[in-house]
């Protein structure tokens, strides 16, 4: 089993624990501000399921139908993620509503307030694991649902501040103004999550720092070549797909021109995990004269 799913089924466990305890502290209070709470967290598990089954199906090695890999799965899990935590928001948004309508004094804050600060803790040390693993695993579903997490530990750290003020000062109206603040924020959050994964659906190229470093390696490692042009990058998933044409002196031989294009390919590897490279070679008749300078 590969670290990233062992990671997306630790999510699931982590996920249910905290659902219960916020469920409990709803119970024991039945504040509007945790019933909102625990109605992110039940998003929270939802998508902890979904990573899961888009890494699985992310894994799986290229096939007749899909040559290129399964890597964009992960893409259409953080989308899924940022949908359902729209969807969250605005049910949160009716509760609050509610609350608004019909403000009551809430029992046992003190608590409810313990027990949703257990859930927080866990949350929190959770979304750091997910999104340090996420990075170093170049999994957008864990980045994902990891930095849907931390919001969640934001939004919760918010609503004990509400809850508590408005038992201190009995200003009840507090505990669904602070519900709506929260759907408000995880909107925020959700829309913010289906940008970033749409852009990795739309082939984004990769970061400026991993292309300067492509550049460079190419620059380095193609000797014997004359220059290397039209470079185009993409990212999918864990995986980064690197082409670009190499221009070689039209003597060489194929031989020749394959060896270059093996060390390039290698080096590049060794600067970027998880590559897959495809190099053009070209006759030197070829030459644009604004690509990548090969060092002798």
């Known amino acids: 089993m590969s670290s990233a799913l062992k990671i997306a089924f630790g999510s699931l466990f982590v996920g249910l624990v905290v659902l219960g ?24 598990l939802a998508t902890a399921f979904a990573a899961l089954v888009a890494i699985r199906v992310a894994a799986r090695p290229a096939d007749d139908n899909h040559p290129f890999g399964h890597h964009k799965a992960e893409f259409f899990s953080a989308v899924l993620e940022g949908v359902m935590i729209i969807v969250a928001a605005i049910f949160i948004l009716r509760e609050a509503y509610d609350g608004f309508l019909n403000p009551r004094a809430l029992d ?10 257990l859930a927080t803790a866990i949350n929190a040390a959770w979304a750091i694991v997910l999104v340090r693993r996420g990075r170093a695993l170049k999994s957008p579903a864990l980045v994902a649902d990891g930095r849907h997490l931390w919001t969640d530990v934001m939004t919760s750290a918010g609503v ?27 909107l925020w959050s959700g829309g913010r999550v289906v940008k970033e994964s749409l852009s990795g ?31 185009r990058t993409r990212h999918a998933g864990s995986a980064t797909f690197v082409e670009f044409h190499l221009v070689v002196p039209g003597e060489m031989s194929v031989f020749e021109a394959h060896e270059i294009c093996d060390r ?21 008749h070829k030459s644009k004269h604004t690509g990548i300078v090969v060092l002798d």
């Open 21 to 44: 305890l916020k469920v409990a502290a709803w119970w024991l209070t039945g504040s509007v501000a945790l019933l909102s709470d625990a109605l992110e967290s039940t998003v929270n």
């Open 201 to 231: 659906l739309m082939d984004e190229a990769v970061p400026d720092d991993t292309l300067a470093r492509i550049r460079d390696v190419i620059s380095a490692e193609a000797a014997g070549a004359v220059e290397a042009h039209d470079l």
């Open 264 to 284: 390039v390919e290698a080096a590049i590897g060794r600067a970027v995990p998880d590559v897959r490279v495809t190099i053009h070679v070209e006759p030197e």
């Open 160 to 186: 004990a501040a509400g809850v508590l003020l408005a038992f201190g000062t009995g200003f009840w109206l507090l505990d669904p103004i602070m519900a709506a603040l929260v759907a408000v924020n995880i």
């Open 108 to 117: 046992a804050p003190i608590e409810g307030l313990l027990v949703n600060g």
